[in-house]
């Protein structure tokens, strides 16, 4: 079945410096990937999603890339402010799937 | 911010007693879901359901079962609660399929005594 890789488990960058989380898939079905932030004590949240159909996406400081060939996808979160500070997961998902398959998620600390 | 609402916010309870989480959309979404985080962060899905299909994650014990009432209801009891079962539990609902963004509830954060 789909595995889904993340990494790193903790990320600690300077305040104003770019991020990088990476995550890898297993199956080449997989045609969906989004990314969900989840602040401490709080809900998980979409910040970006991509479909396989497309290599790159952005939005504002977030962006998401994807190489289907090497079956990888990536967050990456520029000039980081404090409110960047929490875990973020990343996910894919294929149509003959009924769920999610989940990373275990990135601790991402912003340091001013 | 309700657009997923979940009762209760804490739960404590000994082992062995059934309880109940409620949770409910106003969003008009078609799939609901419930999510398990344990203390390591692991988001692991328990059940997909729409009006159509329940759909089960094979791992989750018997002891768990959702219960919709209607489209916009899709509660979790649990029977013959264990130590293991102490997580954070997450319902979340969808427009459509699991390629279309899930809103989460703000969690149930359930401890067995």
């Known amino acids: 079945g789909e595995n889904v890789e993340q990494h790193p488990s903790t990320l600690s960058v300077q305040e104003g410096d770019s991020a990088v989380i990476k995550c890898t898939y297993s199956?080449?079905?997989?045609?969906?990937f989004p990314w969900y932030k989840q602040e401490l004590g709080k809900r998980p949240q979409l910040i970006i999603d991509?479909?396989?159909n497309v290599g790159e996406k952005k939005d504002q400081r977030i962006a998401v890339t994807l190489n289907k060939t090497a079956k990888h996808f990536s967050l990456h979160i520029t000039e980081t402010q404090p409110e960047d500070s929490a875990v973020y997961f990343c996910?894919?998902?294929?149509?003959?799937?009924?769920?999610?398959?989940w990373g275990a998620g990135t601790k991402l600390i912003i340091k001013p | 911010d309700t657009a997923v609402s979940q009762t209760p916010k804490y739960l404590v309870t000994q082992m062995g007693n059934d309880k109940s989480i409620k949770c409910e959309q106003n969003?008009?979404?078609?799939?609901m879901y419930w999510y398990k985080q344990d203390s390591k962060k692991f988001l692991k899905i328990m059940f997909s359901?729409?009006?159509?299909?329940?759909?089960i994650n094979e791992t989750v014990p018997n002891r768990f079962s959702p219960k919709s009432p209607d489209k916009a209801h899709l509660n979790l009891h649990i029977n013959s609660l264990e130590l293991g079962d102490s997580a954070v539990y997450f319902c979340?609902?969808?427009?459509?399929?699991?390629?279309?963004?899930?809103?989460f509830g703000p969690g149930t954060r359930l401890t067995v005594v």
């Open positions: 979340a609902s969808s427009s459509g399929d699991l390629n279309t963004e899930a809103f």
């Open positions: 969003l008009g979404h078609d799939t």
């Open positions: 359901y729409n009006n159509k299909e329940l759909i």
């Open positions: 199956d080449s079905a997989s045609n969906y």
């Open positions: 991509i479909r396989s």
């Open positions: 996910a894919a998902h294929m149509d003959s799937n009924y769920q999610l398959i």
